[in-house]
């Protein structure tokens, strides 16, 4: 998170206030939404050295606006600022975290004209467009709709993405190291077809200085006009590695009204996701290719059974890894409406020389007066072909093998815009002796609308 205080609660305060001085001379609809959570958490792992309980305290916040004074004008901000109750933890051998923490999450202003034709986003916001796939952008998007159902984006700005830090391998570094920043520009290009069809193309590339970071070519196709068939398909090319770094194909088939069947197949490089200028991009870069079938059948109205399986391959010089997984779904409706169903999924999974059974037994169930529960209890089965490998972890699960744990959610509407929900946890795995978390949150949520 972004730990410069100043300009969070600078860039809050101001555009809260741009907000609240054009709501209050013209018309338009203003929400805000607001989250506070207490979390507190004990895991100590196998030889940790910080074994103290956790108490962090976090405030999300959310204000919203449509046509701020003007028809499609609005503006969107949200952010959360956190501090712990008690000493922050320990986060290296010397170091430790920061008692307060907090990021902008989203801060932009949108625009659009009355046929929606053309739309503008500035500022921070998140981008899911083609090939820049969550990036968090600080800059400008464009976006034409035409007549002819094919809608153009262009995007660019200023990226800060996810990396080692410098000073947790260097602690005597100054700390403006953290604010290690990338730009990006890119753009789609998509076609719709009524609700039956799409195509699209996508393409981005990022920066640091005069390096790149990545370079990327996305597509999608997709076809739902045949009654009794979908399919999808797409990908991401890695430009600058001249690879497919995805592949992708999903098929899914409703012969009857009842009865889902899935096919998917997809290829990927795991290790062409690795920005270019982080030093782990110099690793393997190992492919896999996985297939899986599956089929959901609705025995009655309240009862559903899926079944799936798969296998994936690992391919490499002189010789083919083989992994491969089944799963089983039911699911029972307790009632009408929605929230009310108990359920059970259990997957085994074999991946190389790894295997894995997973299980999870869930609940839910809605009042009527507005209180709900949500119950998870899970038992995970952790094993080697052969024996126990050499690494840490790998001696931990031949030690303790068995992991299992439950979460328990209570909620309870207290009025329209207010409510409340505790959650549990606690889990016993094989790099801890115990995991137990306590969250409390209270949220309200309400918007307000008046005429010019």
């Not at 467009?129 to 035409?146: F, M």
């Not at 200028?277 to 190992?286: G, K, M, N, Q």
């Not at 002796?433 to 209270?442: S, T």
């Amino acid at each position: 998170m972004v730990k410069n205080q100043q300009l969070i609660f600078a860039t809050f305060v101001a555009m809260g206030a741009m907000v609240l001085s054009v709501e209050a001379n013209a018309g338009g609809t203003l929400g805000f939404t607001g989250h506070t959570l207490a979390t507190f958490s004990e895991s100590p792992l196998a030889g940790a050295s910080d074994t103290r309980s956790r108490i962090p305290i976090y405030q999300f916040l959310s204000l919203r606006t449509l046509d701020l004074g003007v028809q499609g004008l609005s503006i969107e901000l949200s952010g959360v600022l956190g501090a712990h109750a008690g000493e922050p933890p320990i986060v290296g051998a010397n170091l430790q975290d920061d008692r307060f923490v907090g990021d902008v999450l989203v801060g932009l202003i949108r625009w659009h004209d009355q046929k929606r034709r053309i739309s503008l986003a500035a500022g921070r916001q998140y981008l899911f467009i083609g090939a820049g796939r969550a990036e968090h952008l600080d800059g400008l998007t464009i976006t034409y709709r035409s007549p002819w159902s094919v809608d153009i984006t262009a995007f660019g700005g200023r990226t800060q993405p996810a990396q080692v830090d410098d000073e947790a391998l260097e602690p005597n570094l100054a700390y403006e190291s953290y604010f290690y920043s990338n730009w990006a520009v890119g753009g789609r290009i998509r076609y719709r077809l009524l609700r039956q069809a799409i195509a699209s193309v996508g393409f981005v590339h990022e920066g640091h200085e005069k390096q790149t970071v990545r370079q990327n070519l996305s597509f999608q196709l997709g076809y739902w006009g045949f009654s009794k068939l979908e399919a999808q398909a797409g990908g991401v090319v890695d430009v600058a590695a001249k690879l497919p770094q995805e592949l992708w194909l999903s098929l899914t088939s409703r012969p009857l009204a009842s009865l889902k069947l899935t096919a998917d197949y997809s290829y990927q490089v795991p290790a062409l996701t690795i920005s270019k200028t982080s030093l782990f991009s110099v690793f393997a870069t190992d492919a896999y290719h996985s297939a899986s079938l599956g089929a959901h059948y609705g025995i009655t109205e309240s009862l559903l059974v899926g079944v799936g399986g798969g296998v994936r391959f690992y391919p490499g010089a002189g010789f083919m890894k083989l992994g491969y997984n089944g799963a089983l779904d039911v699911r029972y409706r307790l009632g009408e409406g929605g929230g009310k169903n108990v359920g059970l999924r259990s997957e085994f999974v074999h991946a190389s020389d790894q295997w894995s059974l997973q299980n999870r037994l869930y609940a839910a169930y809605r009042l009527s007066f507005g209180l709900y529960f949500n119950a998870q209890a899970y038992v995970l089965l952790l094993g080697r072909d052969g024996g126990g490998g050499s690494s840490t972890f790998d001696q931990h699960v031949e030690a303790k093998p068995l992991s299992f744990g439950g979460l328990v959610l209570a909620g309870y509407q207290l009025i329209d815009a207010l409510s409340l929900q505790v959650a549990g946890s606690a889990f016993v795995t094989p790099l801890a002796k115990k995991d137990m978390r306590i969250l409390a949150r209270l949220t309200y949520s309400s918007a307000w609308s008046w005429a010019r």
